[in-house]
């Protein structure tokens, strides 16, 4: 299962703190630290000052994550955030972060930024390099499992039976929960939608109270990209197993993928014109499809 850098940050970082928001306002500890002298934004763009350029180090570095579109968002819509100095640096090479495409040469990961920018601000450089090391083994771990295998070790042989990745959905549909979030927090507020795959049986945001009736020890959570499980994790809710739903497809699929409305459409979803049940309709279309075989390598469909 797919899991967030950010997240992994944090975790290797004993100093850091997580918020799941869409901006510091309306959260006093957020809009405390943003206020507060000593705090830098980690964004790149031409008013960043380059990290080795930095005569001070900031007290306390924010550091957006999410797709490129939406951090962008996030840091135009937020006048506390946009307020911040910058501190931005050029990669060495390029992202390790094979699972997904980056939509620049000079984009890397959240926790790859963080490492670069620590080590250049740090008296000791290095001290903060081996936090990679949980990265790249995430990312192994995530080509093995798009490839139907596992990697090589002591204990494993290494020849073993392939399982399709399609067969692995089969595994897990009797626990599948596909979720689609839509909205903005500040403004209309954040609506979300959840169905389980193999009842229909639906829930969404309404239902106050509801979720720990519907929720299961064994779930397996799935939305396409990572935002609608922030979300649900920012409502304070407790989800057993993510599935980034774009991202398993993209990898059995070995291609570049539409939005999930387009590739939903594209199987014969019949789409509703309200959002996020527009999003949850065609994420279940795709579903349906990878299972039956109807999406499939281009080179296995002749």
């Given at each position: 299962?797919?899991?967030?850098?950010?997240?992994?940050?944090?975790?290797?970082l004993?100093?850091?703190?997580?918020?799941?928001?869409?901006?510091?306002?309306?959260?006093?500890?957020?809009?405390?630290?943003?206020?507060?002298?000593?705090?830098a934004?980690?964004?790149?763009?031409?008013?960043?000052?380059?990290?080795?350029?930095?005569?001070?180090?900031?007290?306390?570095?924010?550091?957006?994550?999410?797709?490129?579109n939406?951090?962008?968002?996030?840091v135009?819509?937020?006048?506390?955030i946009?307020?911040l100095p910058?501190?931005?640096?050029?990669?060495?090479?390029?992202?390790?972060?094979?699972?997904?495409r980056?939509?620049a040469p000079?984009?890397?990961?959240?926790?790859?930024?963080?490492?670069?920018?620590?080590d250049?601000?740090?008296?000791?450089?290095?001290?903060?390099?081996?936090?990679?090391g949980?990265?790249?083994?995430?990312?192994?771990?995530?080509?093995?499992?798009?490839?139907?295998?596992s990697?090589?070790?002591?204990?494993?042989?290494?020849?073993?039976?392939?399982?399709?990745?399609?067969?692995?959905?089969?595994?897990?549909r009797?626990?599948l929960?596909?979720?689609?979030?839509?909205?903005?927090?500040?403004?209309?507020?954040?609506?979300w939608?959840?169905?389980?795959?193999?009842?229909?049986?639906?829930?969404d945001?309404?239902?106050?109270?509801?979720?720990?009736?519907?929720a299961?020890?064994?779930?397996?959570?799935?939305?396409?990209?990572?935002?609608?499980?922030?979300?649900?994790?920012?409502?304070?809710?407790e989800?057993?197993?993510?599935?980034?739903?774009?991202?398993?497809?993209?990898?059995?699929?070995?291609?570049?993928?539409?939005?999930?409305?387009?590739?939903?459409?594209?199987?014969?979803?019949?789409?509703?014109?309200?959002?996020?049940?527009?999003?949850?309709?065609?994420?279940?279309?795709?579903?349906?499809?990878?299972?039956a075989?109807?999406?499939?390598?281009?080179?296995?469909?002749?």
């Open positions: 299962m797919p899991v967030s850098t950010c997240r992994l940050a944090h975790l290797s004993p100093n850091s703190e997580l918020h799941v928001a869409m901006g510091p306002e309306g959260n006093a500890r957020l809009e405390a630290m943003a206020r507060e002298p000593g705090t934004l980690l964004f790149p763009g031409a008013e960043a000052t380059d990290v080795r350029d930095v005569a001070t180090p900031p007290r306390t570095l924010v550091v957006v994550d999410g797709t490129w939406n951090a962008r968002k996030l135009a819509r937020s006048s506390l946009a307020a910058r501190i931005g640096f050029t990669p060495a090479r390029p992202s390790n972060y094979r699972i997904r980056e939509p000079h984009c890397v990961s959240t926790i790859e930024a963080v490492a670069h920018v620590l250049a601000l740090d008296a000791s450089p290095g001290r903060f390099t081996p936090i990679l949980v990265f790249d083994r995430m990312v192994e771990l995530q080509l093995a499992f798009i490839r139907g295998d990697p090589a070790s002591p204990s494993r042989p290494r020849h073993v039976a392939r399982v399709a990745p399609p067969d692995r959905l089969r595994e897990i009797a626990r929960v596909l979720v689609s979030a839509a909205g903005y927090r500040q403004q209309t507020g954040i609506r939608v959840a169905r389980r795959i193999d009842s229909g049986e639906t829930l945001s309404s239902q106050d109270g509801a979720f720990g009736s519907f299961r020890a064994d779930d397996v959570w799935a939305g396409w990209g990572d935002y609608p499980g922030d979300v649900l994790r920012g409502e304070g809710h989800l057993a197993a993510w599935l980034d739903l774009k991202r398993y497809t993209t990898g059995v699929l070995r291609r570049r993928v539409h939005g999930v409305e387009q590739l939903g459409a594209s199987v014969g979803a019949v789409l509703p014109a309200e959002r996020p049940l527009r999003e949850l309709v065609a994420a279940e279309a795709v579903v349906g499809a990878l299972l075989g109807v999406l499939r390598r281009e080179r296995e469909s002749g």
